[in-house]
């Protein structure tokens, strides 16, 4: 079995500036070399990780073509 749902997320400086949107959080993760369960919960609390604000996109989940 093979998940092929994605939640995107976009990268945010401390001005609220948008720097990146990512497919999935596991893209977002190595991309910026932070664990994915540690990016995930820093989502999920509206916590900074890696230096960076984190949400996820509005159109939360994206079906994998």
């Known amino acids: 079995y093979q998940n092929n749902?994605?939640?995107s997320v976009n990268?945010?400086?401390d001005d609220?500036?948008?720097l990146n949107t990512f497919y999935?959080?596991?893209q977002?993760?190595?991309a910026?070399?932070?664990k994915e369960k540690t990016l995930t919960s820093a989502i999920s609390k509206g916590a900074r990780c890696g230096g960076f604000v984190w949400r996820r996109c509005r159109d939360d989940v994206v079906?994998?073509?």
């Open 5 to 7: 749902w994605f939640v």
């Open 11 to 13: 990268q945010y400086d």
């Open 16 to 18: 609220g500036n948008l």
């Open 24 to 26: 999935s959080i596991a």
């Open 28 to 30: 977002a993760a190595r």
């Open 32 to 34: 910026n070399n932070i």
């Open 63 to 65: 079906k994998n073509a």
